[in-house]
């Protein structure tokens, strides 16, 4: 709970702050601009820059994290084919039941758990899973359509104009060629990132809204097990298979039991699939995984992780 709670008290702040006179909807979405593309992206960067790349890149990481995300879109879709769920259910119960949030939960958990290493390891990955998260949530979405040919420029766009992975990119790029941070632009990103994960997790907060938590419930329940539990387990038993171990196994479980990224409700709406179940999906595991995860890293802990 010391790891979690100050995670969740920071997101409740958000909750607090939107109910106040200091937090209206344009300043919400503003907020939601400024952490997306510019604090989280300028995080990513600093963190992945200036670390050293042979120590935080694991490729069996990487690869066992790829192959998890694979296999939980192609379990949790045959899961709402076996149950008889509607057209737009069925991708909506898949992408929410795999998809996590990484960047604004997973983050600030690793962060708070595993420090700046935990952290340069856990944006490396990002810039990995996140591009593959996007694939299997457009396939899962249009599945159901009968839409089986991916426009490629539709995936396209999801990675060029993503800041969170052109940020990856460069900074891996950055710390691959060991190119050295003059002391000035240092300090400066030192600084200036010290906002983005506060402020994410306050974006969190101030977006969550328990009139979201309509629809199915009982299929809802189902995907958070998915999504909460199952997860976790697989890509623990796969990345300890792979031999991965210590602090980068505690980073791929960790990220792997991420709740429901908010950005499911957005591509939800925008591929025809059912909006009402992807917000409550989103509510409900953000709210269990203050469960979920203090279970996940006792569990960690008593493992030497």
Known sequence: MVIVLPVFLVVGLGYG?????????????????LVYYLALPLLLFYKIASADFSVSFDPFLVGGMAVVVAAGFLLTYCFAVMCGYSQEVRGTFSQCAFRGNLAYIGLAIVFNAYGESGLATAGMLLGFIVPLLNFFSIVALLLPHRQSR??????????????????????????????????????????????????????IGASFSLQKLRGDLGTAFWACGWKLVVM??????????????????????????????????????????????????????????????????????????
Do not use: H
Request: charged letters at 10%; a positive charge; hydrophobic letters at 55%.
């Open 17 to 33: 702050l939107k109910r106040s006179p200091l937090l209206d909807e344009t300043f919400l979405f503003q907020l939601n601009r």
């Open 150 to 203: 991916l426009r490629p420029t539709l995936f396209a766009k999801q990675i060029v104009l993503n800041p969170l992975i052109v940020a990856c990119f460069a900074g891996t790029l950055w710390s691959l060629l060991q190119l050295p941070f003059p002391m000035v632009l240092d300090k400066a990103l030192y600084i200036a990132t010290g906002m983005a994960l506060p402020l994410a997790l306050i974006s």
């Open 232 to 305: 976790p387990v697989m890509a623990a038993l796969l990345l300890t298979t792979l031999g991965v171990q210590g602090e980068n196994l505690a980073v791929g479980v960790l990220f792997a039991g991420t709740p429901t990224a908010t950005a499911a409700y957005i591509f939800t709406q925008q591929m025809r699939g059912d909006a009402e179940l992807a917000g409550a999906i989103i509510m409900l595991t953000t709210l269990l995984s203050i469960v979920s995860y203090t279970l996940i890293l006792l569990m960690l802990k008593s493992a030497g992780m």
